[in-house]
């Protein structure tokens, strides 16, 4: 064994290292981040609820509603296509803005929905979250193949629930709530292995993958929100 082998080896094992050291810490930013961002959007959404002036604001204008979608679609989009040109804290920001402009558009599920009802699909959520994500986590089966298949699920349910706000169809709204349910249940599986297979190959904890490590972050998040958004027009009980 020659000098440059030994070399070699040395550097493979410093590597091997750092991608030790790095993995366990750019998960538990992927879980912290999604955690606040979720705390920030349940105390913005109460908050504007708790608020006449912020409401009638909101849901007094017709087009206030439309200019936080599109500020919403605006911030993951710019998130998603741009977070290798944006800096960690503008990101950070980004996602930040996007949870709380994500709780004024959800406040008016306190009107909608019963408290206790909201609280109990809020735990049913976790815990069907919680599970699918340590199911993603641990699986030894590759879950790439699901990917597609969610995707044009997704496309579907967004076709589908559009046509429906013409048609007004109860049933087909119950069926696209069940489908929402199986579909994000699935992303929420396929997301958290896509993220852990990314992170496995990573190098170190700098600024770069803590960016992926954030987008991570909101990819979750999204999933978390729809998979609430669809338990609660199953199981909540409205006012």
Do not use: C, H
């Amino acid at each position: 064994m020659d000098y440059e082998e030994l070399n070699y080896q040395s550097v493979s094992r410093s590597e091997e290292l750092q991608r030790a050291a790095a993995f366990p810490v750019l998960m538990r930013k992927v879980y912290t981040w999604m955690t606040l961002a979720l705390v920030i959007t349940g105390f913005t959404a109460y908050a504007v609820a708790s608020s006449p002036t912020i409401l009638n604001l909101i849901y007094g204008n017709s087009y206030m509603m439309w200019v936080l979608f599109g500020a919403e679609l605006l911030l993951v989009i710019g998130i998603s296509g741009a977070i290798n040109r944006l800096s960690l804290p503008v990101a950070t920001l980004m996602f930040v803005l996007y949870s709380v402009i994500n709780g004024a558009v959800f406040s008016s599920i306190f009107f909608a929905y019963t408290m206790s009802s909201i609280a109990n699909v809020f735990f049913i959520t976790a815990g069907t979250f919680a599970g699918m994500s340590l199911f993603g986590y641990f699986t030894k089966s590759d879950l790439s193949s699901w990917g597609k298949i969610l995707f044009m699920a997704l496309i579907g349910l967004i076709i589908a629930t559009v046509v429906n706000i013409f048609l007004r169809s109860s049933g087909l709204d119950l069926i696209l709530s069940y489908a929402g349910v199986l579909i994000f249940v699935g992303l929420t599986a396929y997301d958290t292995q896509k993220i852990k297979m990314m992170f496995l190959e990573a190098n170190d904890s700098g600024e770069t993958m803590q960016k992926y490590a954030l987008l991570g972050a909101l990819t979750l998040y999204l999933d978390f929100i729809n998979l609430f958004i669809y338990l609660l027009r199953l199981f909540g009980r409205r006012e």
